[in-house]
């Protein structure tokens, strides 16, 4: 039992460790909140309230995804003036 020779450390030791123990649980920390704020995030939904309906179906016929046609007859009816040609 060789209680007095120390724990072998020093004082250079117990500064070490104490600052990779801080060190560790900062990262921690800043780990689970970036977690956090990437699993938070509110995804942006089609459609919704902020974007105005005339505005999708113009990305949608510049996409291609409908004709002239369509996109005409759907834009009457949003704007309520249905054509009489149907």
């Known amino acids: 039992m060789m209680f007095w020779y120390g724990?072998?450390?020093?004082?250079?030791?117990?500064l070490l460790m104490t600052l990779g123990s801080v060190l560790v649980?900062?990262?921690?920390?800043?780990g689970?909140?970036?977690?956090?704020?990437?699993?938070?995030?509110?995804?942006?939904q089609a459609g919704g309230a902020s974007r105005p309906?005339?505005?999708?179906?113009?990305?949608?016929?510049?996409?291609?995804e409908i004709?002239?046609?369509e996109y005409?007859?759907?834009l009457d009816a949003l704007r309520g003036t249905m054509s009489a040609a149907r």
């Not at 724990?7 to 117990?14: C, L, N, Q, T």
């Not at 649980?25 to 800043?30: F, R």
């Not at 309906?53 to 291609?64: H, K, N, Q, S, V």
């Open 53 to 64: 309906a005339e505005d999708i179906l113009a990305e949608r016929f510049a996409r291609g």
């Open 72 to 74: 005409r007859r759907r």
């Open 32 to 44: 689970v909140l970036a977690a956090l704020r990437y699993l938070g995030r509110v995804a942006p």
């Open 7 to 14: 724990s072998g450390m020093g004082m250079w030791g117990g």
């Open 67 to 69: 004709d002239e046609d």
């Open 25 to 30: 649980l900062a990262l921690l920390v800043v």
